[in-house]
């Protein structure tokens, strides 16, 4: 049975308040910033807790900067110290209950004050015999009008929607505190990454500047000072080596994301279309095939179907080993679905292998044309929705592929263009008319299959007749 909790003095300093963290929760935050234009973790922590400032915004590397961990641990802080009703709300359903989930895990440190609890807490609600009360939001108008919170914590307010988070903003009310018997001041919170140039992050810094809010800055190596950080360079140079560099640029380093320049670093996308591979213009309705299908090789097949006025592109690559290599390429107009899904039928009949296509806005429309050859597997056969976060995760996961080395490539005129001159822009859907290229789509859906993707020999048809190509009979000149 826990012992009955009883807070003889709320925390009167950022010096109490820091301990009172380490003997409740058993976290030690931060306190020492590395960089010149930067604050330690804690400073940001405090001023919240304290509600020194009504509104502030957090601004962290992604990961490493510890943000929904700090907003967890506030929230349970002042539901234990102050009595409040805190709300959770990120930027989606899922980072919402991922906050919560975390608040919720602290409760298992010996020094939690688990009598303090009215009931075990929910994914969605917490509940304290001293008033305190803590609510998971989902991301939306209606959700996040009901509650009249005093504290209110944000989380990737980046991949949230405006109108959700300004909905939000009028909700905090200041109440008496049953544990203070005093007035509660209210304080928000927006947390984020910046991603996008004209995101919501983007929009609530300038809101910053012209209000006043005060903007707490800090990266990985504030997480990483020697003296009280919890971050190792080990971790911070493995995760450097992942990502693309103009991520690492924004999302790590906390430079300006911009939509000027190209997403790609160039000299990555020159090595990975290597013109002593071929070349070739790869005009619409032009199949070109570099490699004859071999039964002891590993095939990926991805189709990026066109909708009104773009174009379907099926590529072929070797996955055998990385890096991975393109072996046929086939870029038509749009025509009806028959005609189009057959270019694939007869693609994964001569490759084998495993297939993805983007079944995005066309349901099952796809899937009634497609034909499994002999010996495929349902399993065989992947279509993904590209939307939303999976769809970002799937385009920064190719992106590094491309600037590790991952994949290589003819020198495919059209293909190695989009490659080149894509901008951030067309890669996360940051304007109305920000296009995602098609070839691009075809890669990024051939890579989300490196992630399950098993070592085996394909079964392949080789009996069918080589489509002319000019692969093989000669490439063009570019």
Not at 32 to 52: L, Q, S
Not at 143 to 157: A, F, K
Not at 395 to 417: C, F, H, Q, W
């Amino acid at each position: 049975m826990s012992r009955k909790y009883v807070l003889q003095r709320m925390p009167q300093t950022n010096e109490e308040l820091w301990w009172w963290v380490v003997a409740t929760w058993g976290v030690r935050i931060p306190r020492v910033k590395v960089c010149p234009d930067h604050c330690a973790p804690f400073d940001a922590f405090a001023d919240a807790f304290f509600a020194r400032s009504p509104v502030a915004i957090w601004k962290a590397s992604r990961g490493f900067g510890g943000k929904t961990q700090l907003l967890s641990i506030l929230g349970m802080s002042e539901l234990v110290a102050l009595g409040a009703f805190v709300t959770i709300l990120g930027g989606s359903g899922a980072q919402s209950l991922r906050v919560h989930e975390t608040m919720s895990e602290a409760w298992h440190f010996p020094g939690a004050p688990t009598s303090l609890l009215l009931k075990d807490p929910t994914k969605f609600d917490t509940y304290l015999t001293n008033g305190g009360k803590a609510r998971t939001l989902m991301a939306s108008t209606k959700s996040v009008r009901g509650p009249h919170p005093q504290r209110m914590r944000l989380d990737e307010i980046d991949e949230m929607e405006l109108n959700v988070l300004e909905s939000a903003q009028g909700q905090p009310m200041r109440k008496i505190s049953k544990m203070t018997g005093q007035l509660l001041d209210t304080s928000t919170v927006m947390s984020s990454t910046h991603q996008y140039p004209d995101g919501t992050m983007t929009t609530m810094l300038k809101r910053a500047r012209e209000e006043g809010w005060p903007v707490y800055h800090w990266c990985f190596r504030e997480s990483a000072n020697p003296v009280d950080g919890w971050l190792t360079w080990e971790e911070i140079n493995r995760k450097k080596s992942e990502i693309p560099a103009g991520m690492w640029s924004a999302e790590y380093e906390l430079q300006e994301p911009s939509f000027e320049g190209r997403a790609i670093d160039e000299a990555s996308v020159d090595a990975m279309f290597n013109p002593e591979l071929g070349s070739a213009t790869g005009d619409e309705g032009k199949y070109v095939e570099l490699e004859e299908p071999l039964y002891d090789r590993d095939y990926i097949t991805a189709a990026d179907w066109a909708k009104a006025k773009d174009y379907t592109v099926i590529g072929t690559w070797d996955a055998t080993f990385e890096p991975w290599r393109l072996v046929a390429f086939e870029r038509i107009a749009r025509r009806r679905w028959p005609v189009m899904v057959d270019r694939l039928n007869r693609r994964w009949a001569r490759y084998g292998g495993k297939v993805v296509h983007d079944e995005t806005g066309i349901g099952g429309v796809v899937n009634d044309y497609i034909e499994f050859p002999k010996y495929a597997e349902p399993e065989h056969l992947t279509g993904r929705i590209m939307a939303g976060r999976a769809r970002s995760d799937m385009i920064t996961e190719y992106v590094n592929a491309i600037e590790k080395g991952l994949l290589i490539a003819p020198r495919i005129r059209s293909m190695y263009d989009e490659h080149r001159f894509v901008t951030p822009d067309d890669l996360y859907n940051l304007s109305s008319s920000a296009h995602l290229p098609d070839t691009v789509a075809m890669g990024v859906l051939a890579w989300s299959l490196r992630s399950n993707w098993a070592r085996e020999a394909a079964e392949v048809d080789i009996s069918m007749q080589r489509e002319s190509s000019p692969w093989v009979d000669g490439w063009e000149n570019v």
